[in-house]
């Protein structure tokens, strides 16, 4: 019985080591390029159920008739890498052609600065954010971007308050200085202070889903955003996990509607940033703290691992403070029937439904892998 001790002990060990990873958010980096399907798990029916490769059947909408895209590429690795992604406020869902061509904004503010960035690509969206509402009588076109606005920063799953074109400066500290898409789980840095009366906080969400709504850049951009939203809400409101801009609870999953972001002969474009599950990381704790308990014993014969308890969960949302996004997942080729999966398999446990169709690239900043 040696031999089988032996190997369940290295799988222990095994587990140990993977456990230890996940908790300190210990990445690996590698110069090799990830496949498709090395980059994300993938849905496997074996473990989540053969639902889990069946489309939606109660969709209760559908792309417009004779809807046509691009279904001969290999879209998988051809998006530009980014280091940070700032989503601007703008209260609208289409913009001009480029939107640093929207005078008078934080678009166009923050393009004028991208030499002064130094930790990587600046990816730059517009987004319908909702900005303060104009006073009683004043028309809003004439308000354009003289009202401050939020800006979200991503992967640090950040929201800066109170921003207009003449602060955007005093943002570049908080860019250059914030995690990025390759920037390992356990790497910590004192975020600088900002100004009165820009606030930064925490973004309270456990994902948000971005939708290229720019139908100025292609229609169907236009045509298909709003479809998405309303399977994507659906969903989530299913799972008591839908969250509108006005909605004050913390978790759920938000959804907004962004400037483009290229390929939209693939649309529809979907970019997914999830935080890590608490869940997920307790029940990591849990494995390594036990197995660690007995890993000395002789035989590990009948050894059952205990389940997550409450404590190891508190642990868990504390080790989530300042950690920002784990994956940034970005899809296309997504259609109605498709919502529901991405939100049970995509936004909550990371994992892709059809990635060689679909998708197109991302980072796990807990595995250190990138798809550039």
Known sequence: MTRPIKKMKSTFQSIISAGQNIISGTTTSTSEVPSATQLFPVVDPAVDGSECLQDCATCEVHLPKGWKIDEDDDIYGQVKGWATHVVVGTGKSDWKRDVEDEHG?????????????????LMLSASNIPIPEPPEGVPPSTMAYSCPTVVFLL??????????????????????????????????????????????????????????????????????????????????RDLGLYRDA??????????????????????????????????????????????????????????????????????????????????????????????????KYTVLHGKVVKPDRQLRGGFDRQRGLASW
């Open 105 to 121: 904004s934080v678009m166009e503010a923050l393009h004028k600065e991208r030499d002064n960035i130094t930790n990587g690509r």
């Open 155 to 236: 992967p640090a799953m950040l929201e800066i308050k109170n921003i207009t074109q003449s602060t955007t400066s005093a943002l570049l500290p908080l860019i250059n200085s914030s995690p990025t898409t390759t920037t390992a789980l356990n790497t910590h840095k004192d975020l600088p202070s900002l100004p009165e009366p820009l606030t930064i906080t925490p973004l309270p969400r456990q994902a948000i889903i971005l939708l290229c709504s720019h139908r100025t850049r292609d229609a169907r951009c236009g045509q298909s955003a709003p479809l998405l939203y309303r399977e994507f809400s659906r969903s989530l």
């Open 246 to 343: 006005h909605d004050s609870r913390p978790g759920g999953v938000s959804i907004h509607f962004i400037s483009h972001v290229g390929g939209h002969k693939y649309s529809a474009n979907v970019m997914v940033y999830r935080r890590r599950s608490t869940l997920d990381i307790a029940a990591a704790s849990t494995k390594a703290k036990f197995v660690n308990q007995t890993k000395e014993q002789e035989s590990t014969d009948d050894i059952e691992l205990p389940k997550v308890d409450a404590s190891n969960e508190a642990e868990a949302k504390t080790s989530l403070e300042g950690e920002g996004a784990v994956q940034g997942i970005w899809l296309g080729r997504v259609r109605p029937e498709d919502c529901e999966g991405i939100i």
